[in-house]
């Protein structure tokens, strides 16, 4: 198999933030793409070239049929966010590990297809002993979601060591964009655009100190394709390798928008991590390209706020007429 050329993706959980935003870059590399999701993302309804099936990715009868023609498998379903998965795990495992299990099983007698598996790089470490992370840190996830990703991490190991699956896990920083999801506690950057928007205090949760890893989605999509087309190593860190306080993101927010905004601290969650910051040297080798900067992506962010709420209020209006 050359992994080199466009070939046939499957993408799962591809009307998601991520997964659509890999559907479009795959697309724009001329890959025929398949999407299996329960929904379907309102702007991906116009690409012709994708194909939506609307499955359960909990259905193992359906992989056979599936996989047919299929170069590469992009596993993009998230499971239950964070605070969920805590108050629901045995609800998560049927979300997060079954469907890939079903994938695994079938991914046993298809050598030639390669599985790339998004995992999460700001929770399967926990609390790093140093800065920035690298690839072989020990793995102590703090929550149900990062133990979660980390299990799935080692099924897909022992399935490539077993019977040959060829796989690569990426573990992702904190994405952000435009058409992030919004209002479920989850995605600083998208949770403060949309405060902005709604006229609302920018919230966070602690003395506002904690430090993350911000990549721009354009970025995360970019990693997804090299790695489906590319050797590179089974993990690897998708991040920027630069860490963003709650207090700088804030400010930064203020710096972008050239105005004051009230910021609001509620106190903070134990599953959080403190500090998080990924080495992400082996994905920039990968790719070539240096990441975006996180006020250019932040600013590409809210334009992009500020367009989507415009075509909004005309709509409005032309209904309204």
Do not use: C
Not at 38 to 61: K, Q
Not at 130 to 143: C, G, R
């Amino acid at each position: 198999m050359d992994h080199g050329a466009p070939g046939s993706a499957l993408v799962l959980g591809g009307a998601g933030f991520i997964g659509s935003a890999v559907v479009r870059d795959l697309v724009a590399s001329r890959w025929k793409v398949t999407v299996l999701s329960r929904t379907v993302a309102p702007e991906a309804e116009w690409l012709d070239s994708v194909r939506f099936v609307h499955g359960d990715a909990s259905d193992a009868s359906a992989y056979p049929t599936l996989l047919d023609g299929i170069t590469h498998v992009v596993f993009a379903l998230t499971g239950l966010l964070p605070q969920q998965s805590n108050s629901a795990p045995l609800a998560d495992v049927a979300h997060s590990l079954t469907p890939l299990l079903h994938l695994l099983d079938e991914l046993r007698s298809r050598p030639t297809i390669r599985l790339v598996f998004l995992s999460s790089g700001g929770t399967v470490y926990g609390n790093p002993r140093t800065l920035p992370v690298l690839e072989d840190h020990p793995t102590n996830p703090l929550s149900s979601y990062g133990i979660l990703k980390l299990t799935a991490e080692k099924y897909i190991g022992m399935y490539t060591e077993l019977y040959g699956v060829d796989a690569r896990v990426l573990r992702i920083a904190n994405a952000y964009g435009p058409s992030q999801r919004t209002g479920r506690g989850q995605g600083v950057i998208g949770e403060f655009a949309r405060a902005v928007a709604n006229g609302e205090p920018l919230t966070i949760f602690g003395d506002g100190l904690s430090v993350r890893d911000y990549i721009y989605i354009d970025d995360v999509a970019r990693a997804v394709t090299s790695a489906m087309r590319t050797g590179g190593p089974q993990i690897m860190n998708v991040g920027t390798g630069v860490g963003t306080s709650l207090l700088q993101l804030h400010q930064l927010f203020e710096d972008v928008l050239g105005r004051s905004l009230e910021l609001r601290a509620l106190p903070s969650r134990g599953f959080d991590v403190a500090s998080i910051v990924l080495d992400s040297a082996a994905l920039h080798a990968l790719t070539g390209q240096p990441p975006t900067d996180l006020r250019t992506g932040l600013t590409w962010t809210l334009r992009a706020q500020a367009r989507a709420a415009q075509d909004s209020a005309a709509a409005v209006e032309i209904a309204a007429g």
